[in-house]
């Protein structure tokens, strides 16, 4: 079955300083691959996505990804974290609209910024 | 402004008390499909609508009703609320074609005792 697993519940990280948030996904075709950020009390907003070709894209509010097949993994980088950034970080997988088209979220991962 | 509104933002009811919760996208997009959001769980995805008078369950389709009879609303139906349904509710709307994503709605909080 398709799945997509964050690891990391809640992360830390001091204003300044460099972030990666990881993302694994299971799925047996090429994935179209997603991150979307939740700040308190919003919608979600969607920060960049994979669908083909290069394989590191550039999304909005200086954040990027990484996708590489070999590993299952989409991570999420960003070089340096600002204290607007503290916000909840979704992965998803998205299935063709074919097959449902539907959206398959991971747990999410917490981001807090220290001053 | 291209966008998704969701109606109420917040609702606090009882057990077994109809209610209907609101969608409404203005980028004429074909698809249409509901979510709730649980801590520790992400979003699961409840029921969806590749178009007017189409619509198929998701994942956790149990106790929600949905209609699609407008291509620009896609409300999602309570008949009879449970606590098990208090959540975090996104609608969301994408086209058909490719390489696009979903853009979400602000979210409904339902609170049922």
């Known amino acids: 079955a398709q799945s997509v697993t964050q690891p990391d519940i809640h992360i830390t990280v001091s204003e300044g300083a460099s972030l990666e948030l990881r993302c694994n996904y299971s799925?047996?075709?090429?994935?179209?691959l997603f991150w979307y950020v939740q700040s308190p009390g919003q919608g979600l907003q969607l920060l960049l996505k994979?669908?083909?070709?290069?394989?590191l894209v550039q999304g909005i509010k200086g954040f990027e990804a990484e996708f590489k097949r070999s590993q299952s993994s989409f991570n999420l980088r960003k070089p340096s974290v600002h204290w607007s950034d503290a916000a909840e970080y979704f992965c998803a997988v998205g299935r063709p609209y074919n097959q449902g088209g539907k959206l398959i979220f991971g747990q999410g991962t917490e981001l807090s910024v220290k001053p | 402004e291209a966008q998704v509104t969701q109606n109420p933002r917040y609702l606090i009811t009882v057990t077994g008390k109809k209610l209907t919760v609101t969608c409404s996208q203005n980028?004429?997009?074909?698809?249409m499909s509901w979510y709730r959001q649980d801590p520790g769980l992400g979003l699961r995805q409840i029921y969806y609508s590749m178009n007017v008078e189409v619509t198929d369950k998701g994942d956790v389709p149990e106790g929600y009703k949905v209609s699609r009879k407008e291509k620009r609303n896609f409300p999602l139906i309570l008949e009879s609320p449970s606590p098990n349904q208090t959540s975090l509710y996104f609608c969301?709307?994408?086209?058909?074609?490719?390489?696009?994503?979903?853009?979400f709605g602000p979210g409904t909080r339902l609170t049922v005792t």
């Open positions: 799925y047996g075709a090429t994935p179209y």
């Open positions: 969301a709307s994408r086209t058909l074609r490719q390489g696009y994503e979903q853009y």
């Open positions: 980028m004429n997009h074909e698809y």
């Open positions: 994979y669908f083909s070709g290069d394989t």
